[in-house]
């Protein structure tokens, strides 16, 4: 469980001089601000006007964040530029890692300029979270060198990265994909198949699609069930996952013998029994209702620093924030 | 977050001197253990010739969690005792915590007997996963006397314990079983229905009918599953709950704001989306077979001591483990 970089990991970022983060909204800036901690230098192209004020302040939110994983994070901003002109932009970088908006066509207009323009060694990712690299690469003269790295946001946070290869990504392209997120301190999946959410949204939305049932049935409030999750399953899954949880669970026959006393039952019993709520008005006025009850006292920012901190805390307890020694270059 | 015991909890935990703990399963002596290393005796009841045996050997098993959340774990089968006869071995106790088999008549055979044999005072409550309160109360004299006090497995170590009074369950009961269990250091929620499942287990059971469709389906294998999940969605949940995450990531928005523009894109794509697996024969084979290839290296019970052990670090890096100081009576 320790993703502390060795010195193989440090040899494979040092052909990561520098990055084009296309996009530089939260995904963008969250990226951005990981990259320069890890000493590649960052251009960001993004056509709003604002962009330097909203990237540099969106950095001093996430500097101490960046620092409480052990990462440096002096002068950061010191190797970070701006270049309006999207093939410009991407001239000269080793990854390319793109935010924009969810939209297909755009994206395909992004995608086209960037293989045209960027190092024929580059390797090109999008952050895209709903549009698969399939659909992006259908305009791109290389569609085999376009792959998806999803965050899980914030991407300076969370460990996950999800790689979804479209039909026609290469195998180069994907381990190319694997062995970078991994340099670079996160924790990279390689999913076998393009499916709409790729896996931790279409978990997290299962889940949720019950939270929001369980509240709009009045069985318990937004802040009951939020305590509930933290004080168990959510603690389970931070350390073991759903199938070794079950696994343990299942005694010494393990999962064989879960499924066949309790998993049948599951399919029996539970899963005819959830709920199929819908946001109807009297649901989200509920929900918005208990979320100013749950949630009101601090701002959100201030709610995300507290949070933050406790997740850094998690993470140091189960060996997983990167080795500050082997994580500068600078 | 942090649920260090208080003078208030130690006071409330002294008028619990004895405890009967019915069935002395996995679940029973976990209870038992929790039981008297917060310096309450325990008397076990369970018609099985060895279950003294049975017993002991589950406790030695999980002293060592125990010790690791800091409660003192010296001679603690100094104050435990075996009565068979169901009667007595209730009639001088301050709580009865029941964990006999899922069936509706023979927790209700039970629980009649308990009535009539236990003081007055006595808090009377079954650990029932899957059996509401009113339906084992409806053969009861004083059916306002039961109520659930279902933990999440195993009770020594997970905070949950969901109380979920029935129908005719009084008040003053609930009072007493939130008192109680604060006291001994667990983090209960009071559920406001009786629904199959109670909460814990349906968002567990939600969560995991779209893990096993993502894996039938060939998207990610068990363990790249469990490792998305500990990577992202449990990390997070471990520290904040969906509610509180989702608000979060809703921005200075909030969760009105995440509701307008990913709930509802939620309902429309993904729920609609979500998989409707079987336990059928190749689903189980695939199942089982990943779970040998990824499991298969250790004895479930050196995995849940594993497990155990990095859970009890993440529950000391949230503040989340009993104080050791004010946890001992003896």
Known sequence: MNTTSTPAQATALDSYRRAAIIGG?????SWAGLFLARGIDVVINDPRADIEDLVLAGLDEITPALAELGLPTENLTERLTFEADLATA??????????????????????????????????????????????????????????????FNPPHLVPLVEIVPGKKTSAATVEQAKAFYTALGKKPQVLRKEVPGFVANRLQSALFR?????????????????????????????????????????GPGGL???????????????????????????????????????????????????????????????????????????
Chains 1, 2 share one sequence.
Do not use: Y
Request: aromatic share 4%; net charge negative.
């Open 25 to 29: 909204g939260v995904i963008g800036i």
């Open 90 to 151: 991407v001239a000269d970088v080793n990854i390319v890692q793109e935010n924009g908006p969810e939209r297909l066509e755009l994206k395909q207009q992004i995608w086209q300029t960037i293989e045209r323009a960027a190092p024929a060694h580059a390797l090109l990712a999008s952050s895209t979270s709903s549009i698969p690299a399939t659909a992006i690469a259908k305009a791109m003269q290389q569609p085999e060198r376009l792959i998806v790295g999803h965050p």
């Open 210 to 250: 019950e939270c929001v049932h369980l509240v709009a049935q009045g069985v318990v409030t937004e802040q009951e069930l939020d305590e509930i999750v933290t004080a168990s399953i959510g603690m389970r899954w931070a350390v073991g996952g759903p199938f070794r949880t079950f696994h343990l669970g299942g």
């Open 256 to 330: 064989p013998h879960f499924i066949e006393h309790l998993g049948r039952a599951m399919e029996a019993n539970m899963w005819p029994a959830l709920g199929n709520p819908t946001f109807d008005d009297t649901t989200v006025a509920t929900l918005i209702d208990q979320a100013r009850e749950a949630f009101g006292d601090g701002t959100v920012e201030e709610l995300a620093a507290d949070r933050d901190r406790a997740q850094i805390a998690l993470m140091r307890a189960l060996g997983e924030t990167p080795d500050s020694g082997s994580a500068g270059r600078a």
